[in-house]
């Protein structure tokens, strides 16, 4: 299907508006017509692109989790050494706009919907393709886990569930995080880069040791 | 308010058969009349005990994480040694009836809910205590953490940041153990001990070794 660039354009703007409206009044408490309102278009043309609130919402989760995912191959396949790989990555999974800070906090707050089979078939087209994402995003730790761990680069252990810790962990943090809070960005990334560094069992800037060696 | 033994036993049969299905087939899934209908009580007698299924997930919440700061409180409490005790608090919030993981994955699915204010005075008082306990659960984690850091048991570092880390990850699990998964609950248990001490920047098995020393 051809989508012309006005249709494109509205689309994100029905995204970025709904991830500002679940982000911050919460999704349960958003009206779908306020969405509707925040970007001038009415109900029906508002249809035209998702079903319901909750397609929206699949939506916006599927596009969080390939966002990661694409960041996540470019760093890894730019970069061979494997700690400065995961380095670079755990650095790079900070550096967000305010708006990809509400998205993570959408995809984290709401995730339980993920699990939840929808009748609807647009819907459940969508929840689909949004969990697809998340296993994907999964297997890529995973595989570049494994990876490392093959190279000597992070100790042997169950490289599936350490991507889990790792994501879980990651995850939480935007459960907590709010941009005025008493934590800024920088200091969150600096305490999360070397908390989960020590979880997978490599010890802060072993990359630039190792270079140092080398 | 004085409570009849017979009101309590229903209200906690009404808490656990919201559980179940709370657990199995999802929060926004389950019909409050099924809930019940499996306890067997009509639609008035159930609004005695829960204005509404979410006031009833918001109970739900609050015992959860009420008895994890029970067990935390009197394993820290007859626990002299902050790594011991460490250690086996650990091991014990691995120490789960089924029904308990059920419980946990509705916390974890759900928690998006706890930050939405509720109109009905009922809803929101419950709602409110259910965030209260997870403050206390958090606080009592940094102050426990804080403790051992001050004995020289844990590296230091910010001891709020390290307990929401602590309890992201351990909450993480649930959105993915299933009881038939490939990992059982021991495997899952072993891991994530050894994951959150090196997290925390103790070996595994520090209390051990200590007491060996002493």
Redesign the interface.
Known sequence: MTREPHDGTKRSEILAAATRRFGRD????TKWADVAADVGVGPTALYHYFESKQHCLYVIMEEAIGDFQRRFSAITSQTPDPLEALEAVLYDCFDLTEQDILRNRVL??????L???RSSSREEEARRAARARARQLEFAWASFLAGAMRAGSVPE??AR??S??L???Y???W??YRPDGL?GLPA?AD??YG??L????VAPDAAKRTRMVA
Do not use: C, K, P
């Open positions: 919460g999704y349960e408490h984290v707050s709401e995730q339980g919907l699990a939840v089979h252990n169950d569930l350490l889990r810790a994501l879980g962990l995850n939480s943090v459960q907590w934590h969150v305490f999360f908390r989960t020590a979880m997978i069992g």
